[in-house]
């Protein structure tokens, strides 16, 4: 995905994060991964990513 795509994504992504609101945004979240997850060639792949995710959201 180039800089372009990836901004258009994550621009998507804000849109429909507002138009869910905030009661929603962790389901709509959950969809979302869930169906990437889906989309990647192994399971390894998505359990490092999980792992690095966890540990910059544990990080001070």
Known sequence: MNESDLDRSYSALCHALGDVGQDRS?????????????????????????ARSRDRCLED
């Open 26 to 50: 962790e389901l709509l979240l959950g969809m979302v991964v869930l169906a990437l997850m889906a989309r990647a060639p192994d399971a390894d792949e998505v359990l490092a990513l999980i």
